[in-house]
């Protein structure tokens, strides 16, 4: 029997760069939080994106 509850449900979030304001969408647990690609910093959260999810 699998564990779902262990392997996560992935969800898409857009993420943000702080200091230029640059964008991108991520899956989370999937992926690893992102660095900017011009400032080099951690980007953050700005949005879990669930529009058009059904189910």
């Known amino acids: 029997?699998?564990?779902k509850s262990s392997e996560g449900r992935?969800?898409?979030v857009e993420v943000v760069?702080?200091?230029c304001?640059?964008?991108?969408i991520v899956y989370f647990p999937k992926e690893a939080m992102?660095?900017?690609p011009y400032c080099k910093v951690?980007?953050?959260v700005k949005?879990?994106?669930t529009e058009?999810?059904?189910g």
Do not use: D, H, I
């Open 1 to 3: 029997m699998t564990n």
């Open 10 to 12: 992935q969800e898409a």
């Open 17 to 19: 760069c702080p200091k």
């Open 21 to 24: 304001r640059e964008t991108q």
């Open 34 to 36: 992102p660095t900017c």
């Open 42 to 44: 951690e980007m953050v």
């Open 47 to 49: 949005e879990v994106l």
């Open 52 to 54: 058009g999810k059904y």
